[in-house]
């Protein structure tokens, strides 16, 4: 047992005592998910449920609700940040009720879905929340039997005092315990004694997923609800002139026409609040199909638009982005960046001097990757449900930063934070797209406007041409090798538009004594964001091709190349800050080597490796490629992952293959490219997913087993795919892939 | 604007809507079955998969005024009480990441095999490949139609 103070969100646990909502909750119990359910088997709500702390209540059966406090973006939270609070609860699973949490900063801390970081950073106030609840409980039954509170055992929802017999379920002690005082410190379980942490239990809203309930926000209909849709620019570097509203006005169902302006000026903007294209035009009407067709019909003038800035106050600090003037184009950001990556960047790090050694090398070798632009494409375009009137916003739907965005939008609206209710939906995917919630306040905006409740929606071409992409990277990688093939000089210069994807202090700084880390930038006026596992999603996979390439010249295994570099890292680590701990990258090279069988050669299959550690966990993968008839199939992926303890296993090992297949196809297949500032894919069709046919056929997944805590899982098994794909491919076909996407014009992978 | 006697999931319902209007819209805006998930609206992700008389068809391309007396069936028809065995499949391999593509997954595959009891890898790509999921669950979904074929309980 660990004793921990109750400090953390203390403030958290002021509680309301008893509250009565016997009969109000309604619906579908997860209890039936996994059993053919019938409505007989919806379980029974208790009569009363008594509010422990914000996170749980217990009701006098002893059900137990617990609130996920998260937005849910497919990363499963909804399950697993509940079973925290059970497993320190100590009650039985089939007895929990999973609700999502109202958005409230006061009881929560971070309900923001972005960085993997969800687990990790409320794994500590989840389990508190738990044992706070138990000990209170425990409390209540030593009052009640005249025992010492210490002499209380309790086990699946059952309290138990062994010498005197008593026994008694949670509910039976909820309404005392809801009366006591909240303890200063309370007891956390071992690892070892964890009974729900680290087992599988099923996604909570499994049932209702499989069988198509409304959970999603395009699914909000309210009564006298209208639907909207916005035309904003075709290209970037254009902005609205003006438009023939009366043309459409009197079509079928269309109520209005009018142009808004997402953000005013002066009004405080944070990153949640990243767009372009701040005028845009609304269309108003009755149904989908009826705005469609006005959207379409619709004659808007366009022109080009100065320079400009957005300005956003990261946390405290002023930040400007400037959107240069200009229609660009996918030629000249390619030559752009070729020219500039070619002279000397911005020195961040240095340890050694690179040009001495260089000059020493016996073989040095010089290579650039590059990527492009990309859009999130969440399955479930932006939406949100908008109901704002002079004294109340209600707000419903998908968004990553509901915190963020409460403020932003209470500015923009003129209300204050109170009057502001944002409920968060299940998401039909976020990988960063989400967190930009300019689709929420365009949705008020025309609520106010029109007063009256609406749902804005985009159409796929809407929001695959809005930009927020994951920005354009090129990176070049320069090492030398002495005649004892020991790598003794490594540089990287890495750069993109319009940010960098450089991690100076990253593997394999740390390992070579000799290193040196530059960067480049580009302004551009397309706008980007946060893309799942932001700038490690291309630089993981150019960095481990190219010491793959670098091993091959080095003429050693792949694997035994970057082994003995991290014991390099680990017996004589060189430089400062180090961004990753060189043994437990180690630990999952070493890992994937025994689980793939590494080394062992299997005739007509070709195999490539990768690891790369990013948002706090490790992930190494071997990918095994065959040709049928010529053409590469991937036949399996191992995936060997450190991210601590393991929540819930199948459901994370769900999310690395998931990394994997969405890894492979981005690399592959997908790109945005641009002419005369104009996005030159609107939709699926010019827009290339990676599909069943191209997924590797099979996967395994291994989870290092340690007790520390743990961290994300969202986003570090995509990078390093990446990485293991380009290394695959060219064993299977000779021939080296720099440059994203790896498909080209003729199908690779059949 | 025309008046439509619909045949869905077992019921008729009346819908009076521009005859252009897709199937998609009509469940979704007119009829509250929101289960059918739009997408890309250019049946090119397959999220708004329905059975029209058992085949599986993309909804955002059959306008209301084609469909006639021809049965339409949508997830949330697709079994009394939510336990097709594909459906089941799919809980017991717990397949769904955010889950919006699931419905559509859903459709085509209960409907291959209804046509196709035993599909092989093959069998399963071809037909699937029409649904995108960006969560990248494909491994999973091949896993669980595998699971549902042999379940020996497909009608």
């Known amino acids: ?750 | 604007m025309a008046t439509y006697e619909l045949k869905i999931n077992g019921n008729t319902h009346s819908v009076d809507v521009d005859p252009s209007t897709p199937i998609l819209w009509v469940l979704r805006d007119h009829l509250q079955l929101v289960g059918t998930k739009f997408g890309c609206g250019i049946s090119q992700c397959g999220a708004c998969t329905i059975h029209v008389e058992g085949s599986a068809t993309r909804s955002c391309q059959i306008p209301v005024s084609s469909i006639g007396n021809k049965k339409i069936t949508t997830i949330e028809g697709l079994s009394k009480n939510g336990d097709h065995p594909v459906q089941q499949a799919w809980l017991e391999h717990d397949v769904p990441q955010c889950g919006y593509c699931q419905a559509g997954q859903i459709m085509t595959a209960a409907a291959l095999l209804d046509s196709n009891p035993n599909p092989t890898d093959e069998d399963i790509e071809a037909t699937m490949s029409g649904n995108i999921c960006r969560c990248g669950t494909y491994t999973r979904i091949k896993a669980a139609i595998k699971t549902a074929a042999k379940s020996g309980s497909l009608s």
């Open chain 1, 1 to 750: 047992m660990t004793l921990v103070r109750t400090t953390f969100g203390r403030r958290a646990f002021i509680k309301r005592v008893g509250l009565a909502s016997g009969g109000l909750m309604i619906g579908f119990s997860w209890l039936a998910a996994c059993k053919d359910a019938t409505p007989e088997e919806v379980v029974m709500m208790p009569d009363e449920w008594f509010e422990m702390n914000g996170f749980l209540k217990i009701g006098d059966n002893g059900m137990v609700t617990i609130m996920s406090p998260n937005p849910e973006i497919g990363q499963n939270v909804k399950t697993s940040m509940p079973m925290i609070v059970a497993e320190e609860l100590d009650t039985d699973w089939d007895n929990v009720i999973v609700e999502q949490a109202p958005l409230n900063t006061e009881l929560y801390t971070r309900q923001l879905a972005g960085g993997s970081q969800s687990i990790r950073q409320g794994w500590e106030g989840l389990r508190m929340a738990g044992a706070t609840a138990r000990h209170m409980l425990k409390e209540a039954a030593a009052n009640l039997w005249q025992v010492p509170v210490a002499e209380i055992t309790t086990a699946a929802g059952i309290l138990t005092h062994q010498a005197s017999g008593n026994t008694a379920h949670y509910g039976e002690m909820a309404s005392a315990a809801a009366m006591l005082e909240v303890p200063e410190e309370v007891e956390m379980k071992d690892s070892k004694d964890f009974s729900i942490i680290g087992t599988s239990r099923k996604n909570v809203d499994g049932k209702k997923i499989v069988t198509g309930k409304p959970l999603f926000g395009l699914d909000t209909y309210k009564e006298g609800m209208l639907v909207a849709m916005i035309v904003h620019p075709p290209a970037f570097g254009m902005r609205f002139k003006s438009m023939d509203a009366d043309s459409v006005k009197n079509m079928p169902g269309i109520k209005d026409v009018f142009t808004i302006d997402t953000y005013t000026d002066g009004t405080r903007k944070s990153f949640a609040d990243i767009a372009t294209f701040n005028k845009k035009v609304a269309i108003v009407g009755e149904t989908t199909w009826q705005v469609m067709q006005a959207k379409k019909a619709l004659a808007v003038t366009w022109e080009d638009s100065p320079d400009d800035s957005f300005e956003i106050d990261m946390f405290g600090r002023i930040m400007k982005t400037e959107y240069p003037s200009g229609k660009e184009s996918s030629q000249s950001h390619a030559l752009k960046m070729a020219e500039i990556g070619s002279k000397k960047g911005n020195v961040v790090r240095k340890d050694g001097n690179v040009d001495k050694a260089f000059k020493k090398a016996a073989k040095v070798l010089e290579r650039s990757y590059s990527c492009p632009f990309l859009a999130h494409n969440t399955m479930e375009p932006m939406n949100f449900y908008a109901n704002v009137t002079s004294d109340h916003a209600e707000l419903i739907g998908p968004v990553q930063t509901p915190e963020f965005m409460e403020q932003s939008v209470a500015a923009r609206l003129g209300l204050t934070l109170e009057q502001v209710d944002i409920q968060m939906t299940r998401m039909g995917g976020g990988f960063g797209r989400r967190l930009y919630g300019h689709f929420l306040t365009e949705a008020a905006v025309i609520s106010q406007t029109m007063q009256k409740p609406i749902k804005l929606v985009y159409t796929r071409e809407d929001d695959m041409t809005f930009g927020n992409y994951r920005p354009s990277y090129y990176v070049t990688y320069k090492a030398g090798l002495d005649e004892n093939n020991q790598l003794i000089a490594f540089q990287v210069r890495a750069g993109g538009i319009p940010e960098s994807p450089l991690f100076a202090n990253r593997f394999p700084a740390g390992a070579v004594e000799n290193y040196q880390a530059e960067e480049f930038t580009i302004k551009s006026n397309v706008s980007v964001g946060a893309w799942r596992a932001p700038r490690s999603n291309f630089i993981a996979g150019a960095e481990q091709s190219f010491l793959d390439e670098l091993a091959e010249l080095a003429e050693k295994d792949p694997i035994d190349f970057r082994l003995e570099l991290f014991d390099k890292a680990i017996k004589k680590p060189v430089g400062e800050n180090n961004d990753y701990e060189a043994e437990r990258y180690a630990g999952v090279l070493k890992l994937v080597r025994e689980k793939s069988g590494w080394g062992k050669t299997r005739e007509g299959v070709h195999r490539g490796v990768a690891a790369y550690y990013c948002h706090n966990s490790y992930v190494a993968q071997v990918l095994d490629i065959v040709k049928k008839n010529g053409v590469p199939k991937i036949e399996n992926v191992c995936s060997a992952v450190d991210c601590g303890i393991v929540v819930n296993p199948d459901a994370a090992a769900n999310m690395v293959e998931g990394g994997v297949v969405d890894g492979i196809g981005h690399a592959m297949y997908s790109s945005v490219t641009f002419n005369d500032g104009e996005p030159q894919q609107r939709n699926f069709d010019s827009y290339r997913l990676i599909r069943h046919s191209e997924a590797p056929r099979k996967q395994e997944v291994h989870f290092v087993k340690n007790d520390i805590d743990p961290t994300g899982l969202g986003e570090p098994p995509l990078p390093p795919v990446m990485g293991a794909l380009a290394n695959a491919l060219y064993k299977a076909n000779g021939k080296r892939y720099y440059h994203q996407p790896f498909m080209s014009n003729k199908p690779l992978l059949g």
